[in-house]
C-alpha cells in the first residue's frame, strides 16, 4: 500500500518542480540560465510543498497513537516515507535536472550534430518567421555542405513536439514585454526567500554530489531491502499484549482456540462450568516470582524460558561449558577401565577357544549445557588385536535438569569388544587409546584399557564349630549340603564370573543353648585370604561370631579374595538356625528344663522341677526326702531402649497431645521393628519469639522415646536388635517413617516433621541374656516347697523426680537412673542439678516423675525488645514482647503538648523543638518563652531585621552585611579585601549601608587595544589614556603609529597589522624576488614581482627531468633510463636543460615470428625493419618466413604459430590418419591426425539415448518401457535404428484416464495413451479436462485430478434458490442447502429488549417503550425500544416526576426542589443559604427530599458530653447535650444502637465488651478482638478449630505436613518427594492446603523394548511410553529410531537391528568405495572423476550404493581445422561432443570457417581454415583514401610545443575546421627541425571508406579535402591553430611558415577488435595502417599478451603510446 500512495504523492511534488522550472522562462526571458530558472523554481514551489508534505506527515504520524499495531506501524513507516520524499524532491530530483540541461542534452547535441557540423553565424529572426541570413564560412567551404547544413537545420525545427512549439511561443510573446530579468527578493516570504537565497545555490553547486550521493545510497538501500527481506512469520498481531484487546487475542488463540459450536461444546464437557481446573506451574517459584526470576514462565506447558545465562528447568543455574568424564565399572589409575575374565572353575588354566568375546561399556559423562563430541583411536594400531570398540565416535549429550533443577548428566557409552579365547591364566595387557574431541575447550587424552585372565578365589576346606555354649554342646556342627571345592563352580566353561559370579551357601544346625560359633576355613591356592564377617581370619579359624539366643536365623559371610585383587573374591554364604521349632529347647544330653515362666513374669522364681530319680516315688508313703539341685532356666527380662530424636515441626502443638504422641510411638514402633504399644513417647515443642512466630510457624522439637523389649523371652526381638534398627535410619528415612506414621494415624491436624539428628539410643542397662536361679528344693510325702533366692532388679527401684528410670540388676540412684540432661532454650548441666532459662527469658525448670521428667516455664522477657524512638522501656524482668508489652509512652515535656513519639508542640507563647531519642528522657530540646528583637541594637557589619521577629540576640535578630562590589570575603563583620585589580578599604559600620569602601580600579584589569603599549598594572586608571602608550611603525615601513596603520617602503612588500601581544603588532617588509637571479636548471617563479624573497627557494621553481630519464630535478642531474641513450644537462634558459633521451631497440618487442638482431640493443630505434630478423620455416613445411605462414608438406598434419620466445614458433608437421578406415560402429576422429590404428583415429559410439551397453559396436538393448533395435553401422551416425517410447512410460495428465491396452504402445502423448473423463453427476460439460459446470441449482467446484476417479469435488443443492423467512438473514456464500437451519442465521433482539431471537419474538425491556417484529429485509426486524423517565436519574436537588413520560433528560423527567425554612435561594440544586442568625449547610441530595442539612440557631460552647457521646464539629446550633453532642456508633467489628445505649456487642468471629468512655474514641479499648475465625491462614496451613481470639498465623493455624510418598517438615518449608519418586509439592489456601503429588519415577520400571533406552530415572512414569527413549539411528543411517528400524544412508552398505542391551542395536554402515575411474575417501563424501574423464557419482541407497559412472573426456580429442575445442572436462570423443563450429570473421560471409568464408564487397583477402588459435588464418581488408601533406611552423620553443601531449589536437583541429571534418580523422606527427621551427606531417582519412562511413566518422570525400587545403592560405591556417590553442587553454605563439600542397593515397586498412580466447583476453583496440611510407602512432587502453598468432606489446601502464605495424587478428 505505501508504494502505491508515495508514488503518487512523489509524483505530485515532481511535476509541481518541473512544470516551475520549465516555465520559468517564461518570466526571466530565454536568455535565463538553468540555475536561474531552478532559483525560481524553488521559490514558487518549495513552500508549497513543504506545506502539503508536512500536513501529510502530521497525519500519518498521528497514527503512531492507534492501539492497532499494524495501523500505527504503516502510519510511521509511511509518514517516514513523505518526509524522504520531499527531501528527494528538493535535493536530488533538482540536481538530476541540472546535470540533465547543463551536460547530458548538450553532449548529445553534441554526439549527433557533429557530421553536419559547420562555422554558422545566426543571424536575428524575422517577426514573420521567414529564415533570414547568411552562413558565414572560415576559408573557402563549399556552397553544398551550406545547403545541407541549413537544411537539416530545418528538419529539426520541423521535429520539434508540440509542448516546445508552444513554450517558443510564449518566448516570442515574452521578450517584446521584457528581457532577462532577475528575482525581487523584497517580494519573497520568508520561506521563498530562504530557499531561494541559500538553499537553491546550495543545490545548484553540489548538484553532482546530490545525484551521485543519491544513487549511491538508493543502490544501497535496495541492496538492504533485497537482503533483509523476510516474509513475516506467525499470526498477525492486531494489538499488543499491554492492551485488554491484545491479551484476549492471546488467550483466545493460545487457550481458547474455538471456532465452531462443537469446539465450545468440547470445552464444556472437558471444563464444565464451576469446577476449578489444574494447570501446570512453572517450577522455581520464589514468593511470587517463577523460574528463579532468571526467565519466564508459559502458563499453558509450565515450562520456563531461561534468560541468558540461565539454564535448567527452574532456570536457577548458570550455564556451564560442556565437559567430558569418564566411568567404568573397574577404573585403572590415570583415567582407565579394566576388563577381567574370570575362568569359570578354579581348576582352568585358559580360556576356552570357543569362548565368545566379553564385552564392557565404558561410561562418558557431560555436566556441562552444551553437547561434546568425542573420537577414539588406537596408540599404536597394533592393539587392536585383541581390542575392538563401538562405536568409534559419538557426542555426549548436554545435562538434563528435574524440575527442582536437580542435575542428571548426560551420558553415553562405547563398548569395548575383548577376544581373548586362549589366553591363559595370569595373562594381562594394558592398551593406549587416545580421546579427543572436536568440541572447543575440551583437551584430547589418554586412555589406557587394560584386560586380564584370572583363576575365580576358593576355599579347600570350610567347617563351623560351636563356640560358646550355655551347656556341654561342643564341636564340629553339621552343614547341609557338604562342603566341596567346587561348589558354585558348576557354570559353563566359557562363562565369565566377573558378571555371573558364584554364591555357594550351607545351612548350619545349631541346638539352642549355642551362644556363638566358630568358622574354620582354608583358601585354596587361587586365593590369597580369608575374610569372615569381613574380619581377616589367621591360621584358618575366626574369631567367636556372637550368635543371638533367639530361635531365629543368623547369616554368616566368608570371602576368599584373589591374589590379583581384593576386588576379585568368592563369597560363601552360612545360615546358621535352631533345631528346635518351640520351646523348650534342650540339647540331647542336658536334662529337661522345667517351663519357663510366661514373658511378662519379672518375678524370677521358677517353676517346680522333679529330681532325677524322683519319677518312681510313691507320694502316699509318708516318706520325707530333701534333695538340693542347681537347676539353669532360661527367664526372659525386661529392658528399655532409651533415645532421643530432634526434629524441625510444623503445628508442634498437634503432636503434644495424645493422638500426636500415639502417632510418633506408631512411627517410633516402625523404625525400631517393635509393636507400637511397647513404646512410650514424650514431646518438647521449642519456642520462638513472635516476631519470628509471625513469619515462620516451624519451631524445634525434641521427642523422648523408651521402648520395652522382653529380653530372652521366644519369638521377641532383642534390645541390641532394636539398637541396630534405630541407628540404621537416616534423618531423611526417619522423617519419611514418622511422618507417614503421623499422616496414616489418628491426627487430625496437618503436621510437618523434618529430622535433624537421632541421638544413638541407649540400653537400660547390660543385657543378660542368661540368669542362674539357685533354687533349693524340699519334698516331703504331704508336698514340694521350692524356695528361690533372686538378685535384686532395678524395676524395683523408684528414681526421683528429674532422673530416668534404668533396667536391670540393681538397687541405687547410681545403677538404676539417669539424670536427664537440661533441654532446649536452657542452659545448664541436667534436670536435677542446675537447669536453668536462657538469657532474656524468665521461669524455670521443674524436675518430675512422668516423662520426659521435667517441666519448662521459660518465657521471652522485655530485656529482648528495643523500645522505638520516643517510648521508655519497661522493666527488663517483665515477661512479655513487642512494644505494646515492654514500652511506655512519653509525655512531653513541660510548655509543649502531645506525646513524645507522635511529636510535640510548643504552647503559645513558647518556641523550641522537641525531638525523640533513644536514651533517658527520651527525648531532646525544650520550648523557652518567646522575646522579640525591637529593643536590641545589632553590632557594626550587621543590618537589623524586623522589630516583630522572636529573639534577644544576634543571630536572631541581625543579618550579617555581605561584602560590597570590588571586594571579597565572607560579610562585611569578619573584614573584606579589595579584588584583585582593585586597591583599597572596606570597613565596617552601624549605620546603612553597615560599611564604608574605597576600593578603586587600576589599569591591570583594563585591556589596551591592538597596537597599545599598557604601562604598569598598579597605575590607577580604567581607561586608554590612563592605561595605554603608542607603538611605533617597524623598519623599512612608514606611518605614524601601528594602531593608525604601516606601509612597506618602496622594494620591499609585507603587511603590518596591529596584535596585542608584545611587540604589538605582526608582519614585516621584505624585498621582492624581482632582483634574485636563478642559477641553472631553476626556473623563475611566474609571479616573482609580487613575491618576497632572496634565495631559490622562495624565488624559483625546480625543473624535472625530461621524459625517459631519471632523476628528480634538472639541477641534481638527469641520466637516461635503460634502453634509452642521450645526456640532459642544466640550462639558465628554457627550458632550463638541454639534450633528451631517445629509445634504443633494447626497448622494442619484437612481433610474433621475428627474431631480435644481435646487437640491437645499442641501435637507436623502435621498429622491427631495424631491431628484428624473420625466422625461416622449420622441417616438414613450406613458406618464405614463420610469420607469411608454415604449411605442412603433403602427407603431414600439423600447425606452425610464432611465438616472442626461441625458437620463435610452436607445433610441428606430423604423419597423418587420413588412410585409415574405422570399422562399425566407430567414428572417425575428426581433424588431421596422426596415427593408423583404432585407438590413434577412431572413437567407439555410446549407445543412443534410451538404451543400454556401452558400445554401439559391442551391443545396444532398449530400456524399459522403450521399443526398437540398434545396429552398428559404417556411416554417421554410425549405427541404425532408434527406442521409441511406450504409454507404460506416459503419464497422463490431471483429468485423464490411461486407455485400457495401451501400455505396449509407442506413442507419448495424451490421444495415444489416455482417455478424457466424463462430468460426474449434477454438471455439465464435454469432460473435466474442459471443464465441467455445476447445473442450475447446484453448487460446488468440479476440478481435475491426477487420481482416480480423476476429478475433485462435486455438486450439491444450493440455498441461493431458498428464501429464509422473516426475521432470519441468509447465509452469505454459495451455501449448499434447502432449508432454514442450512440457509439463514437468526437474528437476535436488538438494543433495550429481550427474548431469544426476533422471529420468536422480542418484548422490551423495563422502562422501556416500543415494538418489535420481524421483517424479511435487513436488519430483518422492524422497530425500537425507546427508555422512558423511569429509567433516568435525576441529578442532586431535583424530585422526579411523571416516570411514564418517553424521555431521557433533566426538563422532562425532573422538578426542582425548593430551599428549605431557614434559607434563602433560588431551588436546592443553585444553592441555598442560611439566614441571618442561623447556621447550617444545604447539601443537594438525590434522595428524599432531595436536600440534607438544616438551619439552626447557634450556640454550644460550655456544654460537656456524657460518657459515649462525642461533641459536634464545626459552628454547631443549641446549648444542650442533644443540641451539642453526637452519639457514637459501635465500634468496628460490634452491632448495637450506640456506644451510650450499652447494647453493643461484638460480631460473630469478635470476642469482647463494648464499655463508654469520656474520652476519644469514647469507649474503652480494645474492645472487639478478632477471632481466628475472621483469619485467613497463609498457603500451606489449616485454620485451626475452636473458639480462639487472635489474628496471626501462629495463634490461629495448624502447619500441614507433608504428604505421601515425600519428605520434609512441613508444606510451608518445602517437601521433598522421596527416593524414586518425583513431583512437585507447593503450599495452597484451600484443603488438603497443598498441590501436587509424589510419582514414581522410572527407576521402578524395567523391560523397554529392543532399540530403546531406559529413560533418566527421574522420569516420572511406569511403562514404555514414560520410561523409554527410542534411541536415534547410528551414524551413517536414516531412520525415525532403532526400534521402528533404521537404513543405512546413500552411500553406505550394512545393516542395523534393534537389541536390548546398550547401545541398544547392533551392526554398522560402512562407506563404500569410489568406483573405478574415479577417486574420493568414500562415495558418501563425494568422488571425482580422474583426470581424463568426467562424470558424476553419486551415493545411492541400494546396492552398489552409487549411480553414475565416470567416462573418458573430449582433452584427448583433436578438433579438425576450422573448429575451437570445447572445455577439456566434456565428456566425448567427436566433432559433435568435442568441438564447436568457427564463425566467419567480420566483413566476410558463410555458414563457418571450415565450410568457407568470402569477404564482403569492398573488401579482399582469403580467409582459411587452421587447427590453432583463432582457428582461421587471413582476413578481409578494406582499401582506404588518405591525404596526406606537410607544413612549418615558428614559436618560441620548439621543444617544448612538441612535449605538450595537446599540440597535436591544436593542429588537428585546425586542419579538421579548414577540411569541415572530424578532428578524429586527422592524425599529426610533430618533430623540430630547430629549437624553434617544427616540422608538421599530416593523415586526414576522406570519405568513400564503407567502414568510417558506417560508423558516421567521415563526410568529406579525398578531392573536396584536397582542395580545402590547396585554397587555405598560410595565414587562415595560423589563426585556425592559434584559436585552437587559445580555446585548449594554451599560450603559445606559433606562425605559420610554409604549406605544402598535400597527396592522395590508397592504403589497406586492419581494424583489430576486442575479442576473447581460450588463452588471454585482448582488450585493445588497434589500428594499423600497412602503407610503406607512413607508420602512424596510436594510443591504447591496457590489455594484455595473447598466444595469437601475432601479438602486440604488454603494458601494465593506464595508458600506453604504441609504435606498431603488428597485425592483430579478429
Known sequence: VSLFVILGIAADDGLLMFNQYSFADTRLGVDSTPQQRMTLAYKEAAAAMLVTSVTTCGSFYSNCFSIVTVVRSFGFFMATLVAWNFLNVLIIFPSAILVNDLYIIPCLKCVFCCRWRAKVAPEPASDDGAAAGTLQKKGTMAGAQAAQASMQKSMIAAKMNSRKLSRKLIRKATLEVKKASSLNVDEMDCIERAVALYFAPCIRSLRWVWLISSVILSGTFMYLAYAGFKLSEGDLELFEESLNLGRLAKLQKEVFPATSTSDLNSALSAAPPGQSQEVPACPGRQENIFCSGHGSCETMSGMCTCQEPYVGRACSLQATAGTMELQCASPLPDEGCLYAHILASPMMTEVPNSAPDGIGNILLQNTGDNSVTWALSFVPVEAATWLATTPNEGSVPQRQFSRTDDVYPGKTAFAGMYSLAGRPA??????????????????????????????????????????????????????????????????????????????????????????????????????????????????????????????????????????????????????????????????PDVPAPSPAPSPGDSSGSSGTTAAPGDAGLDPDSGATTTAIATTTTVVAQKDYVIGQVDMSVVNCAALDSEAGRADLASGIADAATVLPERVQTSIRCGTRRLAERELQATVTARVTYAITVMTGAPGEIQAATVVTNINGQSEAS????????????????????????????????????????????????TGTTTTTTTAAQCSDYVCPAGYAPRFGPGEDLETCCLAVPCPEDTVGTDVPSDCACKTGFAGNVTATLDVPYYVVTCEETCSLTTCPLGKSPKSEDLVGSGEASCCDEVSCPANSAGTVQDGCTCNSGFVGTITATDTSPFYSGSCEEEVFCGSFTCPAGYSPKDASTSGADTASCCDAVSCPASSAGTAVHDGCTCDTGFVGTVDATDVAPYYSSSCQATCSTFTCPAGYNPKAGDTVGDGLASCCDTVTCPADSSGSAVHDGCTCDGNFLGTIVASTSQPYYTGSCQAVCSVFTCPAGYNPKADADSIAGSDEAACCDTVACPQYSDGDWVHNGCSCQAGYSGTVAASSSAPYFTGACQATCSRYSCPTSYSPKNGSEAIVASDTASCCDEVACPANSTGSAVHDGCTCDSGFVGTIVGTRSSP?????????????????????????????????????????????????????????????????????????????????????????????????????????????????????????????????????????????????????????????????????????????????????????????????????????????????????????????????????????????????????????????????????????TCDSGFAGTIVASGSTPFYSGSCEEAACASVTCDDGYKPKTGIVVGNDQASCCDTVACPENSAGTAVHVGDCTCNSGFSGTVVASGVAPYYETPACQAQCSQYTCPAGYSPKSGTIVGEDTATCCDEVACPSSSTGVAVTSGCTCDTDYSGTISATSSSPYYSGTCEATCTLFSGCPAGSSPKDGATVGSDAASCCDAVSCPSNSAGSNAESGCT???????????????????????????????????????????????????????????????????????????????????????????????????????????????????????????????YRSGQCVEVQTQVTGSMQMSMSDCDAFV????????????????????????????????????????????????????????????????????????????????????????????????????????????????????????????????????????????????????????????????????????
Request: hydrophobic share 30%; net charge negative.
Open 1843 to 2010: 612535449a605538450d601531449s595537446n599540440s597535436r589536437s591544436w593542429v588537428a583541429g585546425a586542419l579538421a575546421s579548414a577540411t569541415g571534418t572530424s578532428a578524429s580523422d586527422v592524425s599529426v606527427t610533430l618533430s623540430c627541425a630547430s629549437s624553434t621551427v617544427a616540422d608538421v606531417d599530416y593523415v586526414i582519412v576522406s570519405s568513400g571508406n564503407r567502414r568510417l562511413e558506417a560508423r558516421a566518422l567521415q563526410s568529406q570525400t579525398a578531392s573536396a579535402i584536397t582542395a580545402a587545403i590547396s585554397a587555405l592560405s598560410t595565414s587562415d591556417l595560423q589563426n585556425l591553430i592559434q584559436s585552437e590553442i587559445s580555446s585548449g587553454g594554451g599560450s603559445v605563439t606559433v606562425t605559420v611558415d610554409s604549406l605544402a600542397s598535400p597527396s592522395t593515397q590508397v592504403v589497406e586498412v586492419v581494424e583489430t577488435v576486442t575479442e576473447t580466447a581460450t588463452t588471454g583476453t585482448v582488450t585493445a583496440t588497434t589500428m594499423t595502417v600497412t602503407a610503406t611510407t607512413v607508420t602512424a602512432t596510436f594510443t591504447a587502453t591496457t590489455f594484455t599478451t595473447s598466444s595469437a598468432t601475432t601479438s602486440t606489446v604488454t603494458s601494465t601502464a593506464t595508458t600506453a603510446t604504441v609504435t606498431s605495424t603488428a597485425t592483430f587478428p579478429e
Open 1208 to 1472: 620463435y614458433y610452436s607445433g610441428s608437421c606430423e604423419a597423418a590418419c587420413s588412410q585409415y578406415t574405422c570399422p562399425d560402429g566407430y567414428n572417425p576422429k575428426s581433424g588431421s591426425k596422426a596415427g593408423a590404428d583404432v585407438d590413434s583415429c577412431c572413437n567407439a559410439v555410446s549407445c543412443p539415448a534410451d538404451s543400454s551397453g556401452s558400445f554401439v559396436h559391442s551391443g545396444c538393448t532398449c530400456d524399459a518401457g522403450f521399443a526398437g533395435t540398434i545396429t552398428a553401422t559404417g556411416a554417421s551416425p554410425f549405427f541404425a535404428g532408434q527406442c521409441e517410447a511406450t504409454c507404460s512410460v506416459y503419464s497422463c495428465p490431471s483429468g485423464y484416464d490411461i486407455k485400457n491396452g495401451s501400455s505396449g504402445t509407442v506413442g507419448e502423448d495424451d490421444d495415444t495413451c489416455c482417455d478424457k473423463v466424463a462430468c460426474p453427476a449434477d454438471s455439465t460439460g464435454t469432460s473435466v479436462v474442459d471443464g465441467c459446470t455445476c447445473d442450475s441449482g447446484f453448487t460446488g467446484t468440479i476440478s481435475a485430478s491426477g487420481t482416480s476417479p480423476f476429478y475433485s469435488g462435486s455438486c450439491e443443492v444450493a440455498c441461493s434458490e431458498y428464501t429464509c423467512p422473516a426475521g432470519y438473514s441468509p447465509k452469505s456464500g454459495t451455501t449448499a442447502g434447502a432449508d432454514t437451519a442450512s440457509c439463514c442465521n437468526t437474528v437476535t433482539c436488538p438494543a433495550d429488549s429481550s427474548g431469544t431471537a426476533v422471529h420468536s419474538g422480542c418484548t422490551c425491556n423495563t422502562n422501556y417503550d416500543g415494538t418489535i417484529s420481524a421483517a424479511s429485509s435487513s436488519p430483518y426486524y422492524n422497530g425500537t425500544c425507546e427508555p422512558t423517565c423511569a429509567v433516568y436519574t435525576c441529578p442532586a436537588g431535583y424530585s422526579p416526576g411523571d416516570g411514564s413520560v418517553v424521555a431521557a433528560d433533566t426538563d422532562s423527567c425532573c422538578v426542582a426542589v425548593s430551599c428549605p425554612a431557614d434559607s434563602t435561594g433560588a431551588a436546592v440544586h443553585s444553592g441555598c
Open 734 to 781: 526417619m522423617s519419611a517413617t514418622l511422618q507417614n506414621a503421623i499422616d496414616s494415624g489418628i491426627t487430625r491436624a496437618l503436621v510437618l516433621v523434618t529430622v535433624t539428628s537421632i541421638d544413638a539410643p541407649a540400653v537400660s542397662d547390660t543385657t543378660t541374656r542368661t540368669t542362674s536361679t539357685t533354687t533349693t528344693t524340699t519334698t516331703t510325702t
Open 426 to 587: 595370569g595373562w594381562s595387557q594394558n592398551v593406549t587409546l587416545t580421546l579427543s574431541s572436536s568440541t572447543e575447550g575440551i583437551a584430547s587424552r589418554s586412555l589406557t584399557i587394560g584386560a586380564l585372565v584370572v583363576q575365580p578365589p576358593a576355599l579347600a576346606s570350610l567347617s563351623v564349630a560351636a563356640g560358646t555354649s550355655i551347656g556341654s554342646q561342643s564341636g564340629t556342627l553339621i552343614m547341609t549340603p557338604s562342603f566341596s571345592q567346587l561348589d558354585g563352580f558348576d557354570q559353563d566353561a566359557t562363562s565369565n564370573l566377573a558378571f555371573s559370579p558364584p554364591s555357594p551357601s550351607y545351612v548350619v544346625s545349631m541346638p539352642f543353648e549355642i551362644e556363638s560359633l566358630t568358622v574354620q576355613a582354608t583358601p585354596f591356592a587361587t586365593a590369597s585370604g580369608v575374610y569372615v564377617n569381613n574380619v581377616a581370619i589367621p591360621n584358618g579359624a575366626s574369631n567367636p561370631i556372637t550368635v543371638a539366643i533367639a530361635p531365629e536365623t543368623t547369616t554368616i559371610t566368608v570371602v576368599a579374595v584373589s591374589p590379583v585383587s581384593d576386588e576379585i573374591s568368592t563369597t560363601y554364604t552360612l545360615t546358621a538356625s535352631r533345631e528346635c521349632a518351640s520351646p523348650p529347647c534342650v540339647a
Open 1688 to 1814: 543405512c544412508d546413500s552411500g553406505f552398505s550394512g545393516s542395523i537391528t534393534a537389541t536390548s542391551s546398550a547401545p541398544y542395536f547392533s551392526g554398522t554402515c560402512r562407506k563404500v568405495s569410489c568406483p573405478s575411474n574415479s577417486a574420493g575417501a568414500a562415495v558418501h563424501s563425494g568422488c571425482t572423476c580422474d583426470s581424463g574423464y568426467q562424470g558424476t557419482i553419486l551415493a545411492s541407497a541400494t546396492a552398489p550404493y552409487y549411480s553414475g559412472s565416470c567416462l573418458a573426456e573430449c582433452s584427448s580429442f583433436t578438433c579438425p581445422a576450422g573448429y575451437s575445442p570445447k572445455d577439456g572436462s566434456t565428456a566425448g570423443s567427436d566433432d559433435a561432443s568435442c568441438c564447436d563450429t568457427v564463425a566467419c570473421p567480420a566483413n566476410s560471409d558463410g555458414t563457418a570457417v571450415h565450410s568457407g568464408c568470402t569477404c564482403d564487397s569492398g573488401y579482399s583477402g582469403t580467409i582459411s581454415a587452421i587447427s590453432s588459435y583463432p
